[in-house]
């Protein structure tokens, strides 16, 4: 199993994680006329072939080493294995939550507002579970983005109002936010313990606990969509190779900014705290394709793109107070 020596391997872990979980939404966008909830079903088949391959290959390197994927899944106790599938299934729903979002008021709002707000709670709460990096560096690279999120809210409505998403989109970004902050503690218990998961098998068993939530939860969601009507099953078989092709690598780019999220948790030298929490600078990443490449602020005026600059400065700022807290421990 590899795990980085060094914490210049593990921030360039990081920070994939961050690029990965801010742009795998690009692929949901390329064809807007399949719907989000077609899409998603996709998305899943990519993230758990991401588990598989990562776990048969860099999470084996040494297949009779305690912490090989086969060897670490038998000896596993039934608490890791619990915390790891329910984390999983926590995060299928804030992630529902969030293309829902994406659909109804794009990248450029529900990344920041629902990312913004995970940051904050799972922050918090991965550092209550795994203390580990200078909390004042931590947190107050946290207050930035909270920052960050502030001034994008603003640039939000200062938009032309037949530009605005409406409430809707806000309080699914909101609620995606509160339900995403909650996952990765799980992810972290499971990570430590007596017999504890490593990080190529939490992440393949959390594979499995988003996989089956997703069954009923996006079942549901075609059903009684946020917008537009009803679908069936048979409109998922309707769709071209190319549209599952998309939503396959979907999930494999989410699923390799997640593999890179937990192995750089599980060194000691950084933690969950900070792992989730540079990771979760995502709300940049997506931003910038929001605004620069799917042209989400198209018509905004000065005060908004101003708002955006600031938007942008603070997030960066942020993102490198939490990345310098394991160097100043």
Known sequence: MYTPQTYAVALLMMLVSMLCWGSWANTQKIDKTWRFELFYWDYMWGILVCAILFGLTIGRTNPAAPA???????????????????????FNLGNLLLV???????????FPLGAGLALVIGAGLNYIVSPAGNPFLLFGGILLVCGAIAANAAAYRGLSKGARAG????????????????????????????????????????????????????????????????LS??????GGPAVHAWGVLGGLIWGTGTICSFVAAYTPMVGPATSFSLGEGNTMVSAVWGVFVWKE?????????????????LFVLGLLSISLGPVFR
Do not use: Q
């Not at 090989?68 to 926590?90: C, K, Q, T």
């Open 167 to 230: 409430t809707k989109g806000i309080v699914l970004s909101l609620l995606c936010g509160v339900v995403i902050g909650l996952f990765y503690p799980f992810v972290a218990k499971a990570l430590t313990g007596e017999n504890h998961l490593g990080p190529y098998t939490v992440y393949f068993v959390f594979a499995l606990g988003a996989l089956a939530s997703n069954l009923p939860l996006n079942y549901a969601f075609m059903r009684w969509p946020v917008s537009g009507s009803r």
């Open 297 to 313: 602020f198209r018509g905004a005026n000065r005060e908004v793109k101003h708002l955006l600059a600031v938007m942008f400065i």
């Open 100 to 110: 829902a979002a994406i659909s109804v008021a794009g990248m450029a709002v529900a």
């Open 68 to 90: 090989s994927f086969f060897h670490n899944l038998d000896i596993a106790n039934n608490r890791a294995l619990m915390e790891a599938f329910v984390g999983g299934m926590i």
């Open 233 to 238: 099953i048979g409109d998922y078989f309707r």
